[in-house]
């Protein structure tokens, strides 16, 4: 196969994209192996992210145009595919804090790199979080807040996962704004990446480790 | 002998213009950029801050007194408007202490796509029109019945009178529009108790950092209309008309940042940026959509005589050479993230530098560990003038013996021989 979708999609080229879908469909080309090689496409963007060459617009601009390539492809599906995941991730914003432009990206980087993600959203409280690790059994918890007053409900959070007697059931890694080393301390957190790419490798990481 | 405030006044005024013109003054100023700091230091809640005014203006005239800054963050600024009159109108694009946020947290922006992807030419071909009667009604609740107004550029043709005015006689037109006079005399009220407070801290001897606001253009689209996830589509999908609706608003956001310093007589603009960063777009966007019109942003201001003071949100370390293209000595460029000593090399002959202390050291570090930071910022980016001790953000939450090392020490440590 010539493999001109996973182009069209890596290089953002949506109209390509979308007129390659129709076309692959029309010529009987199966439903699942069309969405595998948008996916493939969608690990290039990741990559091509990673490696300082796409920027946060790209990946909203690319997770559009998988968008649209899916909404064709989905009426002809007949079974789910089923895709084999690496582990398991909750993430959130955390209680008091709605901004969701940094967990959003963290989000899209685990996701195409294998992840099951648990996105719980924004103005997330500590019992939420508990409640997820407790149902889905996942080893990995990310903390998200942009602002300062976020550093609090972070250490809260953390408390609460403690408190649940789960603490050492999960690693925990927290991000966005103004959040550093010393924000990581604070909080109790086991780890602070500054970007979704070095979380995505601190991911891989610890479920490699684990 | 002591000084008098308006020695005081004077001295620090002229010690900000040093910095800003690049010569070196008797010491390195300090200005930490307050927010909900005033209120969280003058023991009320952020709500108080939005709804006690009285309670405010002691909160900021405590921290003013016991701290003694350069300059005073403009307390109407940060606070943005009352909680009342923001609650009257039904704002629905904030959330703010007591109302969608706790007590104790700060505002926050709910961002929408409040413009629509294809309203982009009705926005261009009359703005203001799309703002009373597009814009407007969704940001604002009780404007709802603006949507059914005619648009008042028939006022022109020779026809309208007695079809606007009927229009707004309807009676949820009417409804809406006493609403807005009672919401207008709230207005004035919190108004009238901020100019007392702004003129006495003057009087008290602290300059205002600022009294007059503006927006990168990119961002009054990407914030306000269509939103961070809209306007980043729309730099693939429709590129020529977000150029034409930047290029559009960057006048009217001149004369509005214009007219509100020249009213004031204070010179500083703050123009807070945000979606401009590293990250957040390529460099090849920044130089397309962000920067040529934030640039002639920067330069009509200056050419009125007044100061931008642009803060940096988050890392324009990759950016530097590019926002170097400014008149020298003109201009405060406060950054967040960005590398430090790496603006001070490239910028430091154009731009006076602002800002160093982390926020997240404010709040969770020692006091020895910020006069060690606050040193290492006075050796290298003090060096030869143009500097202005800050933290990196706006200032909400931040252990008080911490911010006050960062304005004693720099006091000290901070003194030209």
Not at chain 1, 30 to 52: C, H, N, Q, S, T
Not at chain 1, 133 to 147: D, M, P, Q, R, Y
Not at chain 2, 158 to 165: K, R
Not at chain 2, 299 to 311: A, M, N, R
Request: charge should be negative.
């Amino acid at each position: 196969m010539a493999e001109d979708l996973l182009k069209a999609i890596a290089d953002l080229h949506e109209e390509e994209a979308l007129r390659i879908t129709e076309e692959r469909l029309s010529a009987g080309d199966k439903p699942l192996d069309i969405l595998d090689e948008a996916r493939r496409g969608m690990g290039v963007v990741g990559k091509r992210f990673a490696d300082g060459e796409y920027f946060i617009p790209d990946l909203v601009y690319s997770g559009e145009i998988m968008k649209e390539v899916t909404n064709i492809v989905k009426p002809k599906l007949t079974g789910e595919a089923k895709v084999k995941r690496l582990g398991k991730v909750i993430i959130g914003t955390v209680a008091g804090d709605i901004h969701d432009i940094g967990k959003d990206i963290v989000v899209f980087m685990l996701d195409i790199s294998g992840f099951e993600v648990y996105d719980l959203g924004i103005d997330v409280p500590g019992h939420k979080f508990v409640e997820k690790i407790e149902e889905t059994k996942a080893g990995i918890v990310g903390l998200s807040g942009f602002l300062t007053l976020a550093f609090d409900s972070m250490k809260e959070t953390i408390e609460a996962v403690e408190a649940a007697g789960l603490r050492d059931k999960v690693r925990i890694m927290i991000g966005g704004g103004q959040v550093d080393d010393e924000v990581r301390k604070y909080t109790g957190a086991d780890a602070y990446r500054p970007d979704a790419v070095s979380a995505v490798s601190l991911a891989k990481e610890w479920i490699g480790g684990a | 002998m002591e000084k008098t405030p308006e020695e005081l006044f004077k001295e620090r005024s002229q010690r900000v213009e040093d910095v800003v013109q690049l010569r070196v003054p008797d010491r390195v100023p300090v200005v930490p950029t307050f927010q909900y700091f005033y209120a969280k230091y003058g023991g009320i809640t952020s709500k108080q801050a939005h709804y006690d005014y009285d309670k405010w203006s002691m909160a900021v005239k405590k921290t003013a007194v016991d701290f003694q800054p350069d300059l005073i963050q403009n307390p109407r600024h940060l606070i943005l408007a009352p909680g009342l009159l923001m609650e009257m109108v039904d704002l629905r694009e904030i959330k703010w202490p007591g109302h969608g946020v706790s007590e104790n947290y700060s505002f926050q922006f709910v961002e929408g796509e409040y413009m629509k992807a294809e309203e982009y030419d009705s926005f261009l071909y009359d703005p203001s029109d799309y703002v009373l009667r597009t814009y407007m009604p969704r940001i604002y609740g009780v404007l709802e019945p603006f949507k059914s107004l005619p648009p008042l550029r028939i006022m022109m043709l020779g026809y309208g009178t007695a079809h606007l005015f009927a229009a707004l006689a309807r009676s949820e037109t009417a409804k809406a529009l006493d609403t807005l006079m009672k919401a207008g005399a709230e207005s004035r009220r919190w108004r009238s108790v901020m100019n007392s407070l702004q003129e006495e801290l003057n009087r008290m001897g602290f300059p205002l950092s600022s009294d007059s606001i503006g927006l990168a253009p990119f961002d009054v689209i990407g914030d306000h209309l269509r939103g961070t996830r809209g306007v980043m589509l729309d730099m693939y999908r429709r590129p020529d008309k977000l150029i034409e609706a930047i290029e559009k608003v960057l006048p009217m956001e001149l004369q509005a940042a214009t007219f509100a310093a020249k009213r004031s007589g204070n010179p500083r603009v703050f123009i807070p940026l945000h979606k401009g960063a590293d990250g957040f777009m390529s460099s090849e966007q920044f130089k397309t959509f962000y920067w040529p019109t934030l640039r002639k942003l920067i330069t009509g201001l200056i050419s009125e005589g007044l100061t931008p003071w642009v803060l940096f949100e988050g890392n324009y370390t990759s950016r530097l050479e590019i926002i170097r293209d400014i008149p020298r000595g003109k201009v405060i460029y406060h950054f967040e993230r960005t590398d430090f000593f790496k603006a001070k090399e490239i910028l430091g002959d154009v731009a006076c530098i602002r800002g160093g202390v982390a926020n997240s050291l404010l709040c969770t570090g020692t006091v020895e560990q910020v006069k060690e930071r606050c040193k290492q910022l006075i050796d290298v980016v003090g060096k030869g003038g143009g500097f202005i001790m800050d933290a990196g953000a706006i200032i909400d939450e931040a252990k008080p013996e911490n911010l006050k090392a960062m304005v004693d020490f720099t006091k000290e440590y901070g003194v030209y021989s």
